[in-house]
């Protein structure tokens, strides 16, 4: 399976929703190297990286550490975190200029 598969086989509102998270990252690091790890896409970037991926009931930003969560939570309380991920339920918001942070602090992390 390839990236292209993986979000044909998606719900067009998810697979909407991980194309814009997706496009954000490769405008953020164009030279990142992108994979299916873990049956997730994953970019990475010198010692650091983010996936995406769609769950059940919502899409997934990782990262490889809770900190790099610590603003976007300060900011957007509404949105539920897990220890190293955001979780984006349908309804939820994709504030693009506070998760170029989160992609940034994990991407640059060493």
């Not at 292209?4 to 030279?31: F, G, M, N, S, W």
């Not at 949105?79 to 984006?88: E, Q, S």
Request: net charge neutral; charged share 20%; hydrophobic share 35%.
């Amino acid at each position: 399976m390839d990236l292209a598969d993986y979000l044909a086989a998606l719900p067009e509102q998810r697979r909407l929703r991980l194309e814009v998270l997706i496009t954000e990252i490769k405008r953020l690091y164009p030279d990142a190297q992108e994979s299916l790890l873990y049956s997730m896409p994953t970019y990475q970037w010198q010692q650091g990286w983010v996936a995406v991926a769609n769950q059940k009931g919502y899409v997934s930003l990782y990262t490889c550490s809770p900190e790099h969560l610590l603003q976007f939570q300060q900011k957007h309380p509404g949105i539920k975190c897990g220890k190293g991920c955001i979780n984006f339920k349908d309804k939820d918001p994709l504030p693009l200029q506070d998760l170029q942070q989160v992609i940034t602090s994990a991407m640059t992390a060493s």
